[in-house]
């Protein structure tokens, strides 16, 4: 038996860049061209919400990450482990070594699945803050840095409910933009307004669509 000799393979685009850059708004620009999009940070809040790793952050953390209604309070969780002190460090380390296995197995899963359907969708977006650190650019078809300077990234995190704070102790726990920007294989500026956005993803599917033939 021949097993659909003809079918495409999904082209598999991953953002990066700092954080409030702008992943999940071009993600979304995708997505309403057809696109698939893969959120590392939904799948990773999922994870969160198993038993067992609840459990075993109390262990690692104590009970004070559960609220009294026995969910996962990730602002006190995000306290312990974001922050520029050894104990700090550690404790991200252990978290990461806890969750990381589980949210890279349901992503991938994920991809798999799309890439056996029947009709697979033209492009996957992963949409992964930390697609380079953990591994995932092998993944990726291309890889798409996206520049957003850092007081536009601020003020768009503040709106989010963050200080300048939380948003410098993550991006310091990250790989430094300049090294995402160089393992990139594509820049794009953060800061195009919605029509610029959605011409460039419009842009981007047509090549594709162009390179595979469909
Ligand atoms: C620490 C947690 C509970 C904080 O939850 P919170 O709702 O405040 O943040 P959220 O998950 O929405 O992440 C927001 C942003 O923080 C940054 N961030 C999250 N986790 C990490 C990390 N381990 N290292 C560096 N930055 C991170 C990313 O830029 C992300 O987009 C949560 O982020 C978490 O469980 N992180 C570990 C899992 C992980 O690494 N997720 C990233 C996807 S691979
Ligand atoms: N080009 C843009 N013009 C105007 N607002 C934008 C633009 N790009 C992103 N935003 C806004 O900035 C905020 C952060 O964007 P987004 O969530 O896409 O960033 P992100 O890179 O996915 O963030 P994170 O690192 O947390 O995953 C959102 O409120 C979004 O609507």
Redesign the pocket.
């Known amino acids: 038996m021949r097993l659909n000799p003809t079918k495409k393979r999904p082209f598999v685009v991953g953002f990066v ?1 700092g ?7 071009f993600g979304a620009a995708l997505e309403s061209l057809g696109a698939v999009r893969i959120d590392a ?1 939904a799948i990773g809040h999922r994870v969160l919400q198993d038993p067992a790793v609840q459990s075993r952050l109390c262990e690692l953390f104590g009970d004070a990450i559960v609220r009294s209604d026995g969910t996962l309070d990730r602002k006190a969780l995000a306290a312990c482990v974001f922050g520029d002190t050894p104990v700090a460090k550690a404790a991200k380390l252990q978290l990461e070594e806890l969750v990381h296995p589980r949210i890279h197995a349901l992503a991938v899963a994920k991809l798999q699945e799309y890439q056996a359907a029947c009709e697979p969708p033209v492009v996957v977006v992963i ?1 992964a ?1 930390l697609l380079l650190e953990a591994g995932w650019a092998p993944y990726c078809d291309a890889i798409i840095f ?1 520049e957003t300077p850092f007081a536009v990234r601020a003020r ?1 995190a503040l ?2 409910g963050w200080t300048e704070t939380h948003l410098r102790d993550r991006e310091a726990s990250q790989l430094p933009l300049n090294e995402k920007r160089k393992q990139a294989t594509h820049v794009v500026s ?4 919605e029509s610029q ?1 959605a011409a460039y993803c419009e842009d981007l599917v047509a090549q594709i669509e162009m390179r595979s033939g469909a």
């Open positions: 860049g954080i409030a850059a702008g992943k999940t708004h940070d949409d803050p996206i768009r709106e989010r953060g800061q195009l307004d956005v």
